[in-house]
């Protein structure tokens, strides 16, 4: 009978050493993921998801232009895909549009004040740096040609 009680007593133990042991590193990773984020926001100098400050639409206003902004990445099979024809789009329309291609891992402040959380995502802008629409994914030319254009 007091083999019993030890082994109960020693299982016991163990559970509550592994839940110890589990609360201990969930507590460890989520410091870590607020750490992170801390250093994030602090280097980049904006919230997460926050409307973009007047300083970054004054910055990409051009008068009498509606902005492409394209947010992509180097990894982005769909981006280079689409690049040949999207720059074709915007010099039929060089009148009407200017397009700056943003690099998600070299902006990340500027991705997250746009919300961007997919690449590729585009935002058009209109003279005043204000944001028309968004449209995020693969667009065809023609699809393209429209946003651009028409805002849709």
């Known amino acids: 009978m007091a083999k019993h009680r030890s082994q109960s007593k020693t299982g016991y133990w163990i559970t509550g050493v592994v839940i110890i042991g589990v ?6 990773s989520l410091g870590s993921r607020q750490g992170q984020n801390r250093t ?8 997460m998801y926050l409307k973009p400050s007047p300083a970054v639409t004054a910055n990409l206003a051009n008068p009498g232009k509606r902005t492409v902004l394209w947010f992509s990445a180097t990894w982005c099979e769909i981006c280079k895909s689409m690049s040949p024809y999207v720059q074709a789009v915007v010099e039929r329309h060089v009148d009407q549009v200017v397009i700056t291609e943003r690099d998600v891992d070299r902006e990340p402040g500027l991705a997250r004040q746009y919300a961007v959380r997919g690449t590729p995502t585009f935002v058009l802008l209109d003279e ?5 629409t968004t449209r995020v994914g693969y667009l065809s030319e023609s699809q393209f040609e429209s946003f651009i254009t028409q805002g849709t």
């Open 40 to 47: 994030d926001n602090q280097s980049s100098g904006a919230a």
């Open 23 to 28: 609360l201990i590193w969930g507590l460890a």
């Open 128 to 132: 005043n740096g204000q944001t028309i």
